[in-house]
């Protein structure tokens, strides 16, 4: 490799993150009532590599299954610092001005131009309650973008030199060889109480996967409200310090639950966009993607066992030629 081409490659390999900020962080996101102000949210990013910012989402928690609606969600102000703890905004900004339904759906807010962080970097931001009735109910803020690390530090698999693509999905119950008695490869019976660990998406064994977007969710009866999934890699690393809401890290297959399960007039019409994995996630043959799911339904009056939950990781199948 002449030095010309050398100087062409990546100095750095950035990894998928979400960094999640909730009340296990900040005690006072538990509950804020109408009026409240915090200032000075603070959380230590991880000490592994440096941190750059390009999106953001939050979420409350849902009021009931019978509405499934986030009450409050669209009167948050909010306000970012960089990592020297400068402001990027001199008020706090109404979201709802900035991004539907908290960017949630996959609909992240792009944060542009992206932020770097240092390791152990502390990101700082303040939020205000703006509804004068409404209390918000376990506030979550989400932070997307990419870790970078020095090639070598984690798994890092690629396309080969030459390639044939085709179009492909996996259900991220999926085994090798499959469950005859799980087509779909969805998550079966999840309860209204659940937490499964380190479940396993098994790549077969003829080609390469590179997982692209992500989609979760049932479509129909029963709902699920308060489902979390935690993506790992082989090494059992995750892509997240916290598990992530379906909804925030997927499209939901009916759209956002919101306003009695319709699509988000403010993304489009019918379904809800696919959640993009950036960088997308090359799994070789045989290899295999851990993740967690947990279901956090049991305090809901009429919650019930869901006997598919279908969670979607799309892209496509390489062959090596």
Known sequence: M??????????????????????????????VAPGTLISGIRFQLDPDAPFL????????????????????????????????????????????????????????????????????????????NLSATETLSNLVFYFLGVKLFDFGQNPAYTYPERIRATQYAYGANYSSPPNPNNPTAAIQNLLPADSRLLQILQIKNDADFVARTIQAGPSYAPLALEVFITLRDENRKAYSNLPVHFEVLAGPSTGNYLTGGGSIPAIGTGNSLAGVLFPELYLPANHIL????????????????????????????????
């Open 2 to 31: 002449s030095p010309q081409s050398r100087n062409k490659l990546p100095r750095y390999q950035q990894r998928f993150q979400i960094y999640v900020v909730d009340q296990t962080i900040d005690p006072r996101l538990a509950s």
């Open 53 to 128: 910012l390009r999106g953001r989402c939050y979420r409350v928690s849902y009021d009931s299954i019978d509405s499934h609606t986030q009450m409050g969600v669209e009167s948050v102000a909010f306000r970012l610092a960089g990592p020297d703890q400068d402001y990027r905004s001199m008020q706090l900004v109404p979201q709802n001005l900035v991004m539907p339904y908290g960017g949630q759906s996959a609909a992240w807010k792009p944060v542009y131009p992206q932020i770097f962080y240092p390791a152990r970097a502390t990101l700082t931001f303040d939020v205000q």
């Open 290 to 321: 851990y993740y967690d799911i947990y279901r956090q339904d049991s305090g809901y009056a009429g919650a019930e066992t869901i006997p598919d939950f279908p969670i979607t990781l799309l892209g496509s199948r390489v062959y090596s030629v």
